[in-house]
């Protein structure tokens, strides 16, 4: 093999890998397209006023926390506030070094109380079970850390209801969250996790641990990463739902089926994506012993979050979920086209391994290539400027194409201005931003390749969306 037969090879690499890409993306674009067609139809009709029965199935919220003094009192405001029938709130302190255990003490006149429990899971030592004197469905479990994995485990074994839902501590859930998250173990008695849509809640205003305004954000990275959730949330875990593909539920919300979860393990401490392990961990269960099951996605019910703004905190999240997936996908390869695999095996599994855990090492090697072969000599102009086009060009089309699938659907930002705002955030994502997540990516790979331990995120809580 000469040179220019390696040159042109690995030019055509890059091509074919942003062309699959693009083209895997808009397929489940066309996908989630069609079913949100239908879906918001059956929502013009279940937005009509109606009560609750009293019969839906009872949920425990498990919110794990650590070091989160700042947002954790205004988060579980807002869920002692929600709009279901029968929940309980349990918030596991994971050790944290802060004031969280001394502000949720203060805030919510907890007291110890003595609790016997079935230890289904192991952990970490419990230290102290406390209740809150004022809001019955509210204990906290005061733990040794174990990392966040440990920590839900512990929420599983003292949770008392059928089905538990994880979130994070910074997190505000709407109001009818859990009513519409719940419908689609209503729907089909064998859905054993449903998954909802995660927004960024910089910019927007908060009172009484409630969203009472959606605005957008002035910093850039929050910008960006609201339209990265877009494309995540909208086509990404969409358009694999209606063929019971989905990969993953995010650690933010996503509500389980806790005997199955028991069943199978809980979740792993020996993966830093603990969320979406366990769903590729069900689909493996569930689809080789030829169980029916459904693991779904329901776009109706919004959990807003925190993003980060700043640099350094963007990158160690963005590289420690890449070594998540890493961790997720490997531990499963018997997935990879198994004969009784089905979608997941022949269709999801695949695409993730290519394009998401293998392809930020195609694309950031093709970028390099490209840009050093202009510099020495190498690749000509026309070919670098070919390949730099159409490598923005498809960025670009896929993050428009998300930004439209939300006009026309749920309209969360209703002024004009924001809507250009982020028309415009989804073409300029495309120069600098994207290419730097892929970068992250790639380090997350090689930390995962390394052997290199994992432990819980640390963020910088701002808090200034928080109002009383």
Request: overall charge neutral; glycine content about 8%; proline content about 4%.
């Amino acid at each position: 093999m000469n040179v220019d037969t390696f040159i042109q090879g690995c030019e055509w690499v890059f091509l074919l890998y942003l062309l699959g890409l693009t083209g895997g993306y808009l397929m489940l674009d066309i996908i989630a397209a069609v079913h949100l067609r239908s879906y918001m139809e059956e929502r013009a009709l279940a937005s009509l006023p109606h009560g609750l029965t009293g019969f839906e199935p009872q949920i425990s919220l498990l919110m794990p926390a650590y070091n989160e003094e700042v947002t954790v009192a205004g988060s579980i405001r807002s869920l002692l506030q929600l709009s279901y029938s029968e929940f309980e709130i349990i918030v596991i302190n994971d050790g944290s070094r802060d004031r969280t255990l001394d502000v949720l003490i203060n805030e919510f006149d907890l007291i110890p109380f003595p609790e016997a429990y079935d230890t289904r899971l192991e952990t970490k030592p419990i230290r102290t079970v406390y209740h809150s004197t004022v809001h019955p469905n509210l204990r906290i479990i005061d733990k040794e850390n174990g990392g966040k994995a440990d920590a839900l485990n512990a929420g599983i074994n003292l949770s008392r209801y059928p089905l538990f839902c994880g979130i994070d501590a910074d997190s505000i859930l709407q109001r009818d969250s859990l009513r519409l998250v719940v419908q689609p173990f209503l729907d089909d008695p064998h859905t054993v996790a449903c998954g909802g849509t995660v927004r960024v809640a910089n910019g927007c205003e908060v009172t009484n641990g409630f969203l009472t305004r959606v605005g957008l954000p002035t910093n850039l990275l929050a910008l960006f990463q609201i339209v990265e959730y877009l494309r995540a949330f909208l086509f990404g875990r969409l358009g694999w739902s209606p063929i019971n593909a989905m990969l993953i539920i995010s650690g933010a919300f996503g509500l389980f089926h806790k005997d199955t979860v028991v069943a199978v393990g809980g979740y792993r401490h020996d993966t830093i994506g603990e969320d979406m392990e366990l769903v590729v961990r069900l689909h493996r269960h569930l689809r080789l012993s030829g169980k029916p099951y459904r693991i779904t996605f329901t776009p109706d019910p919004v959990c807003w979050t925190e993003a980060p703004e700043d640099l350094k905190t963007l990158r160690n999240q963005r590289v420690r979920w890449q070594r998540g997936l890493c961790e997720s996908l490997t531990k499963h390869l018997v997935l990879m086209y198994h004969p009784q695999g089905g979608a997941i095996s022949w269709m999801a599994f695949p695409f993730m391994a290519i394009f998401e855990w293998l392809g930020p090492v195609i694309e950031v090697f093709g970028y390099l290539f490209v840009l050093v072969g202009f510099a020495v000599g190498f690749v000509s102009f026309k070919t670098w400027l070919s390949l730099l086009i159409t490598a923005i060009s498809l960025g670009v089309l896929l993050s428009v194409s998300a930004f439209f699938l939300e006009e026309m659907s749920f309209h969360v930002y209703p002024k004009l201005r924001h809507m250009f705002l982020l028309l415009l955030v989804a073409v300029l994502e495309n120069f600098g931003y994207r290419q730097l997540n892929s970068y992250w990516k790639v380090i997350g790979i090689f930390q995962w390749a390394r052997g290199k331990k994992g432990a819980w995120g640390t963020m910088t809580r701002t808090g200034t969306r928080q109002t009383r």
